[in-house]
C-alpha cells in the first residue's frame, strides 16, 4: 500500500502541480484548501506526512502545525510548510512551531520529492 501525502492549499495551480508531483512519485494523495479542512481531514484518516501551505484564509500554516503537535497521536506526523515567505524568521517560525522542513515557493519539483522521500525514509 502506498504512503498518503496531505496537501493543504489555497492555491490551485499549486495544489494540481504538487498533486501530480507526488502521484508520479508513487504517493496517494489528498487535498484540501485551508486550514480547517487539514485538522478535519486528520479526524477522518492521519496520512504519512502533510505538505502544509502557511498563507491560507482562516488558520494559517503555522496554527495548523501547532494545533498538529499539541495531539498526542498526530505529534509524529511529518509536516513540511511550503510558502512564498523566504526570509529566515519565517523559516524559524515554523521550524519552532513543529515544522520537519520548510520549503520556499517556488520551489524545484525534485527538491519537493526528494524532501518528502528523505523525511518518510528518516522516520521523523
Not at 498533486?19 to 492521519?46: P, Y
Not at 513540511?80 to 521550524?95: F, N, Q, S, Y
Amino acid at each position: 500500500m502506498s504512503q498518503e501525502i496531505l496537501i493543504v492549499d489555497d492555491e490551485a495551480n499549486i495544489v494540481l502541480s504538487l498533486e501530480f508531483l507526488m502521484k508520479q512519485a508513487g504517493f496517494a494523495v489528498r487535498t484540501v484548501e485551508d486550514g480547517e479542512q487539514a485538522l478535519r481531514a486528520l479526524e477522518e484518516q492521519v496520512p504519512d506526512l502533510i505538505l502544509l501551505d502557511v498563507m491560507m484564509p482562516g488558520k494559517d500554516g503555522y496554527e495548523v502545525c501547532q494545533q498538529i503537535r499539541r495531539r498526542p497521536e498526530w505529534a509524529d506526523l511529518p509536516v513540511i510548510m511550503l510558502t512564498a515567505k523566504g526570509r529566515d524568521v519565517e523559516r524559524e517560525k515554523g521550524l519552532a512551531m513543529g515544522a520537519d522542513d520548510y520549503i520556499t515557493k517556488p520551489f524545484s519539483t525534485q527538491e519537493v520529492v526528494e524532501t518528502v522521500h528523505s523525511i518518510l525514509a528518516s522516520g521523523t
